[in-house]
């Protein structure tokens, strides 16, 4: 019954007054920002991490996860009003979209923000129960099985967030060579640094985020000119009691998807949501109206979308590893706070951990206060013309990149990022596996040489460990089927042609 | 261009740059790496995922790349100007030029500007006096 003395140590950590202000705060800039066009959670959270140096460890990460899963709902809100998705809700846009055409926006944004407090409730006790276990066998990873994991998230990733393994393996390769900047660890030699004194400590990681999901954001919104049409109509949000009864299954059934998809390297809300709402296609007792705008469509993948963004916290808490580029920042906060993150984690800062988790759990209430009865209030958000937005963003941007280190000097090298962001996002590339590269990179170099020093010179252990020769072999498949559709998509585009 | 030929192009000269570059580090030997075996391998492998992309990009039909260059321009000069003007005269003013020069990719409205760039200055000065950011006001 440890875990139930634990969750409650965490639960008076989450109650003070400031963790409770932090994490309130964190859900309404990450509903806001979900709503809107051109910040993302990772360009959020990269504009505050500079906040990290003068918040505790404990307050920052609660004020982030609630950035974080707020994001995912207001995306959902955004996804079924207007059906435009920026974070991740792009299944929200099938159904929810097609109810709020039906006149039942209402019952949509009601059956999202229950299904989410369902989904992240499930989540938060899959945590609890699952992250110090996960600890445990983290004891069983040598350094050729940490190599191991970090290659399958990046093929996971590459694969998932772009559906094009050469173009984000590509990408996860750029973020790992621009990792490798600066004084090598190893040696203490000077790596590409090409003389510049600025570049001995590295490239700056908040500067890069900044630049490629931030600035180029929104200068891709600037091309696109389209202007939104706010939501106005009535909107009646409580559904009757046969309503309310379709959408329990649907998004128990998601919280379980979306809770195990979100533990897998590269796994997370978007892998989540497909999963949640092929499993009700196939489950559901009203799978014949998925599609059209049914309760199911809506609910299972928004309780989907809410597990995943908490269980992805598992491996990232436990091993060290994060999992996509939003935990790849989480990780660079905790390490401003010199807190490592992995096995000893949970033991060694109890309170950051179980308060964490008692942190997502009341986020949920935030969230359900939040949007369910002020939803008409969110939807007034959108009334904010892009052309006052956008300054704001950029002021934003600037002040975060300039915080980092005192350093004006540091917002020409965002700039920079900025035009090779808009470069990468024009030629149709996500910069999500290049953060992930570039924050790994190090990591995985340094497990590599550790390996191989290990082993005097030899390469047999990343096959002949049982734990690592399972993940070669998850990679392996990977690369396989993704070979496999390339040339069958070959074939099929010359006999079209 | 096609996408994917650029794409590849990209790619390929990331890794040669950052291949040829690792080339003045020691190699060393399997049980004693130096810095620059790792990087070469990754960039090999980064140039090989490039051809491949390149050898995509010739054989199917892909989407032509459509750059705009006035937006992305104009951000740039707008953020390079605010970090100058803030280094050499103060952030208020730079605020003023931030927001003017980037409202040159919208329509172009003084009065939108003048709001926008009181709201920035408040928000400045909290940041400044409420959370302690060092801000050059």
């Known amino acids: ?497 | 261009m096609n996408k994917k030929i650029l794409i590849g192009t990209i790619f390929i000269t990331v890794a040669v740059v950052f291949g040829l570059g690792s080339l003045n580090y020691r190699i060393g030997t399997l049980d004693d790496l130096g810095p620059a075996l790792f990087p070469l391998i990754v960039s090999t492998a980064l140039a090989l995922l490039g051809l491949v992309m390149i050898a995509q990009g010739l054989v199917q039909h892909v989407n032509p790349v459509e750059f705009q260059v006035k937006n992305i321009a104009i951000i740039t000069v707008s953020l390079f100007a605010f970090a100058v003007i803030s280094e050499y005269v103060n952030m208020l003013v730079a605020i003023v030029a931030l927001v003017a020069i980037s409202s040159a990719a919208v329509d172009f409205s003084w009065t939108r500007i003048a709001k926008l760039v009181v709201g920035l200055i408040a928000v400045a000065y909290a940041f400044k006096y409420l959370l302690g950011v060092n801000l050059p006001l």
């Open chain 1, 1 to 497: 019954m440890d875990v139930i003395a634990h969750m409650s140590s965490g639960f008076d950590t989450a109650f003070t007054l400031q963790n409770l202000f932090y994490c309130a705060l964190g859900c309404v800039i990450g509903t806001v920002i979900g709503l809107l066009p051109g910040l993302g959670p990772i360009a959020t959270i990269s504009v505050l991490l500079p906040l990290t140096y003068s918040l505790p460890a404990t307050g920052a990460m609660i004020m982030f996860a609630g950035i974080y899963y707020g994001a995912q709902y207001g995306d959902s809100v955004s996804a079924i009003t207007m059906k435009i998705p920026h974070v991740s809700s792009v299944i929200a846009c099938i159904d929810g979209y097609q109810m709020h055409l039906k006149g039942k926006t209402g019952l949509a944004l009601f059956t999202a923000g229950i299904s989410s407090f369902i989904g992240g409730t499930v989540a938060a006790i899959v945590v609890a129960a699952f992250a110090p276990a996960l600890g445990n066998m983290a004891f069983l990873f040598g350094p050729a099985e940490y190599c191991m994991l970090m290659l399958m998230g990046f093929v996971c990733v590459s694969l998932i967030t772009t559906g094009d393994l050469v173009g984000g393996l590509g990408m996860v390769f750029i973020g790992v060579l621009f990792g490798s900047i600066g004084v090598d660890v190893n040696s203490g030699m000077m790596r590409f640094t090409m003389g510049l004194p600025f570049l001995a400590d590295g490239i700056g990681m908040i500067s890069l985020a900044i630049g490629c999901f931030g600035l180029a954001e929104i200068v891709s919104n600037l091309d696109k000119g389209n202007a939104l049409t706010p939501f106005s109509g009535k909107i009646k949000l409580m559904p009757t009691w046969a309503e309310f009864k379709r959408i329990i299954p649907s998004a128990l059934r998601g919280s379980i998807v979306g809770s195990i998809l979100g533990l897998l390297p590269g796994g997370g809300p978007t892998m989540a949501q497909y999963g949640a709402y092929a499993v009700d296609k196939k489950f559901s007792r009203y799978r014949s109206e998925i599609g059209t705008g049914s309760i199911e469509g809506v609910a299972g993948q928004a309780a989907a979308d809410e597990a995943a963004a908490r269980t992805s916290f598992i491996p990232l808490m436990s091993l060290g590893i994060p999992e996509n580029a939003v935990m790849a920042l989480m990780l660079g906060a905790l390490m401003i706070k010199g807190i490592v993150p992995g096995p000893q984690l949970i033991d060694k800062h109890p309170d950051l951990f179980w308060g964490l988790i008692a942190s997502m759990w009341i986020g949920n209430v935030f969230l359900v206060i939040l949007n369910v009865p002020m939803v008409r209030f969110w939807l007034s958000v959108f009334r904010i013309p892009y052309n006052v937005l956008f300054p704001c963003i950029l002021f934003f941007c600037c002040l975060g990149t300039f915080s980092t280190n005192n350093n004006l000097q540091d917002i020409y090298t965002t700039a920079t990022f900025g035009i090779m962001g808009y470069v990468f996002l024009k030629a149709g590339l996500e910069s999500a596996p290049l953060m992930l590269g570039f924050i790994l990179g190090p990591m995985l170099e340094e497990n590599f040489r550790r390996q191989l020093s290990l082993s005097r010179g030899d390469f047999s252990p990343f096959w002949t460990r049982p734990i690592s020769c399972a993940m070669l072999i998850v990679i392996a498949a990977f690369v396989a089927y993704s070979i496999y559709t390339g040339l069958k998509d070959a074939r099929e585009h010359k006999r079209q042609a």
